[in-house]
């Protein structure tokens, strides 16, 4: 499975911008499309996912900013970050949780800076 993500970049606090991941590959249809995100000197954590049953999960600290949904059709994930904050700075990584063969994949990540 491969994973190309797009969107991010620099955005200023309270700003909107909205993260892209295309998978292609080995897709059977059973999955977990996600996103996790890693700060600077920081574990890599999970952001939010979707399965493909659609249903969804999130961090704490973006329930009510962050939505995250998916087109199956496309095989593709999108997050919607609202209200930005700085300490939502950091590289995000699209995931890719295939069932039938109990794996992650990962897309390369992207940056996203929240800054004045």
């Known amino acids: 499975v491969q994973l190309q993500a797009s969107g991010g970049g620099l955005v200023q606090p309270g700003g909107s911008p909205r993260l892209s991941c295309a998978a292609s590959g080995r897709i059977f249809g059973i999955d977990t499309m996600g996103w996790y995100r890693q700060a600077p000197g920081k574990q890599r954590d999970l952001v939010a996912r979707?399965?493909?049953?659609?249903?969804?999960d999130y961090a704490d600290s973006v329930k009510g900013r962050f939505t995250i949904s998916r087109d199956n059709a496309k095989n593709t994930v999108y997050l919607q970050m609202n209200s930005l904050k700085p300490e939502d700075t950091a590289v995000y990584y699209c995931?890719?949780?295939?069932?039938?063969?109990?794996?992650?994949?990962w897309g390369q990540g992207t940056l996203v800076t929240v800054s004045s």
């Open positions: 995931s890719y949780y295939s069932t039938p063969y109990s794996r992650y994949y």
């Open positions: 979707v399965t493909s049953a659609g249903s969804t």
